[in-house]
Each structure stands twice: as C-alpha cells, then as structure tokens.
C-alpha cells in the first residue's frame, strides 16, 4: 500500500471509481487477510449463538454475508458503494442489500441480534453516529462484532516500509499515532480514503455506547496458511477483532421490531 495524506471531501471516498479493481482484487474467495487471517476468527465467533437476525456494516461486493448464509445465517448487507452492492446482488439474487450509510441505518430499534463491522470503520468518516446507530438497531444483549486494522498499521508513515537487503522486510514506520487523520492508500487499482484513529478513541466510543467488552484478539494467519503471504502478518498484527455486547436496561424492550415507512422490512 501507498499511503498518502490529505484533506478529504466527505463525499469522495473512492470506492465508486475503485469498485471494479476492487472486485478483482477480492474475487469471491476475499483476500489474504480476510481469507486465511480474519475469518478463522470472524466466522466462529459470528456464529456464536446462532443469532437470528444479523446486518452487515460495509457490507461492500458481500462476501461474508454470503460466507454467513453458508452457514444457516441469513444476513442484511448495507454499504454506500452503488456497484459494490450490483455485485453483492448478482452473486447472492436472494440475499437483501441496501444502498446507506453507518451514520444512519435505516433499521428500528433493537432489531437485529448480531450486527458486524468488518473491516468497514476505517471507511466511516463520522464513527460516533455511526457506532451510536449500531448499538441502536442492536437488541438487548445484542452483539456487535468488529474486525477492524490496528491502529498501528493505519498510523504506517508514508515511505512505506523498512527493509534490509534483498527485500528483508524489518518493519514499517508509525507517525502521527495519536492524531486522528484521513489518508488515500493506494494499491493494484484501488485508491480508497481510510482514516486512522488511536486504539483509545474506539474504546472510549464502543466504552461510552453502553457495550461490554466480550472478546478480543490480534489474529495471526491460521495454521497451514501460505508462509511466504503470511511471514509479515506474523511480525506484527495487523488486525484487530473485538466482539461487544449491547447491556440491558437501556430502554429497549428486548423484541424485534418490523419496520415502517422508508425503513427496511426485514422478515427471518
């Protein structure tokens, strides 16, 4: 990846003109990380329970809404990416995707038993509403599951990374860890703004929505997985995956609620 700073227009984040490269980039099995990282951990503890109703935040082409239908679990895809959801469409006809934004799902109140977040916040631009809005669709003991970069990885200085003669890989340099940034990274095509945020300023928010911390990992690549691909996840994570759940008492009433007006009806 190429990082580089800049200010951003809220309404231009890329992923329209890098939807096809993205395409490709993912196929339909996902990438490395995704595939041989993130989803040993992702998967089982989606499954956790055997949740009812799930929504997918960022939801992009659809991938783990489909790994989860594979499974016995039904989910809602939601993401602001026009052509990302065509393609999440036409490989899943049956499966609902919706065209909208974290910062204001289109859902009631305590609907859904699982929402996921997978590798979608650093996308968001506004993280408070938009963690707000998912402990809000969330039910009661409701849980909300998170893969998200280290905040290590997203602080990487532009220049990329340390390495010694022939292509030794020795690390990569971190700059501006404490300032929240935004900045374009580009790769094979794919030119996207990601933002960067310390570690703390996603605990104080998920802290102060009213979750419990459940879970919490810094994944390596999974047993068997390609050592020449995996030998740099192994240095350093470059992943988090951290699974909250929603307290009691907090004014819901528990039940799911069908939807109304310009909202999403979702039917199990």
């Known amino acids: 990846m190429n990082p580089r700073s800049c200010p951003h227009d809220p309404r231009e984040n890329g992923w329209e003109r890098s939807a096809a490269a993205w395409i490709t980039e993912q196929g339909e099995r996902g990438d490395f990380g995704r ?3 993130l989803d040993p951990v992702m998967l089982p503890w989606a499954l956790r329970g055997a949740p009812g109703r799930v929504l997918d935040v960022g939801c992009g082409e659809g991938r783990f809404c489909r790994l989860l239908q594979s499974h016995g679990i039904r989910a809602i895809g939601i993401d ?3 052509k990302l959801l065509a393609r999440a469409r036409a490989l899943d006809p049956p499966g609902t995707y919706v065209e909208g934004r974290a ?3 289109p859902f009631d109140d305590s609907t ?8 979608s916040l650093i996308d968001i631009p506004r993280l408070e509403p938009a963690i707000t809005e998912m402990v809000r669709v969330l039910r009661p003991r409701g849980r909300l599951l998170i893969a998200n970069l280290t905040s290590f990885t997203t602080a990487r200085r532009d ?10 890989l020795l690390g990569a340099p971190v700059a501006r860890y404490l300032e929240e940034h935004a900045r374009w990274i580009d790769y094979r095509g794919i030119r996207v703004l990601n933002h960067h945020r310390p570690l703390a300023t996603y605990m104080r928010l998920l802290l102060a929505a009213g979750l419990e911390l459940v879970d919490f990992d810094e994944p390596p690549p999974r047993e068997g997985a390609p050592e020449l691909r995996a030998a740099r996840y192994r240095r350093a994570p470059w992943f988090v995956v951290m699974e909250w759940r929603k307290a009691t008492g907090d004014g819901g009433n528990g039940e799911s609620a069908d939807t109304v007006g310009d909202r999403v009806e979702f039917v199990p």
């Open 159 to 168: 220049g990329g990374l340390w390495r010694r003669a022939f292509g030794w």
């Open 103 to 105: 910062e204001e799902l």
């Open 35 to 37: 595939r041989e990282v």
């Open 112 to 119: 859904f038993d699982l929402v996921v977040s997978y590798l």
């Open 80 to 82: 602001p990416t026009a």
